[in-house]
């Protein structure tokens, strides 16, 4: 792969830059993320504090590592992993959300290094991390070979990557797009885009591809009554997400 070459797909880019605004808003564009946040949160410390035998009941936990947040929008997974020790970089191609996520870092007294950039650039000016959250951005890729080979790249030898997508399912079509975007107005209408979205059997296989072992994978679960997610073994047919290290 070239140094200067990308994976960012420029129209869907502009789909979250035009959103940039609304990070911070729990009933604006981002209330699906935002609903989401602690179940993820969940998922993402468990599994660093195992791989890096971390006690979660410690101050600062995860003092010590290297955390990148790649599509790291407003800086919702960035800010808690901050409080928790790590020292965090912050990577979004969308320009218009750098800003954003600078602010609410500042007025929430955090030291935080948020970059307008891509993965690919930061693999090829040689950076290097513990840890790598690639949350929800794998489906928006133009190459998601190309782009997991780049984060590939920035982990260290022993590094852990947690990447999450949307499964394509007829259960996903109904979920992310006729009710997200249509029907409960989340998401504007055409945020997401079906075809792009990533079986559990085709991330495995692309993960392996780029050098990396899959030992972990959950479900995320909706519950329409609770108004809650939960994490789940077997239901994978929405939201999922995976553990994968480097050898």
């Given at each position: 792969m070239q140094?200067n070459s ?47 035998d971390r ?193």
């Open positions: 140094p990308t994976t960012i797909d420029t129209e869907e880019v502009a789909k979250f830059e035009a959103m940039a605004v609304e990070w911070w808003d729990p009933n604006g564009k981002f209330k699906p993320l935002h609903m989401l946040n602690p179940c993820r949160l969940d998922y993402i410390t468990s599994q660093i504090a195992a791989e890096f006690d979660l009941k410690t101050a600062k936990p995860f003092t010590g590592l290297r955390l990148l947040d790649i599509g790291c929008g407003g800086g919702l997974l960035a800010e808690p992993m901050a409080r928790l020790g790590a020292t965090v970089v912050g990577a979004d191609a969308a320009a218009g959300n750098i800003p954003v996520a600078q602010v609410h870092a500042a007025q929430s007294g955090l030291n935080i290094d948020y970059r307008n950039t891509t993965a690919e650039a930061l693999a090829a000016a040689g950076e290097q991390f513990d840890v790598v959250l690639n949350m929800e951005v794998v489906e928006h890729v133009a190459d998601p070979a190309t782009y997991l080979t780049a984060c590939q790249r920035l982990l260290k030898p022993g590094g852990l990557q947690i990447c999450s997508t949307l499964n394509r399912t007829a259960k996903s079509f109904a979920a992310a797009i006729v009710g997200a975007e249509f029907i409960m107005r989340w998401l504007p209408k055409g945020t997401h885009d079906w075809n792009k979205f990533i079986t559990p059997e085709e991330l495995y296989e692309l993960l392996r591809d780029a050098g990396l072992d899959p030992v972990d994978r959950k479900g995320f679960v909706f519950n329409p009554i609770s108004w809650t997610w939960s994490l789940s073994d077997r239901d994978l047919a929405v939201n999922y997400v995976t553990t994968s290290l480097k050898p």
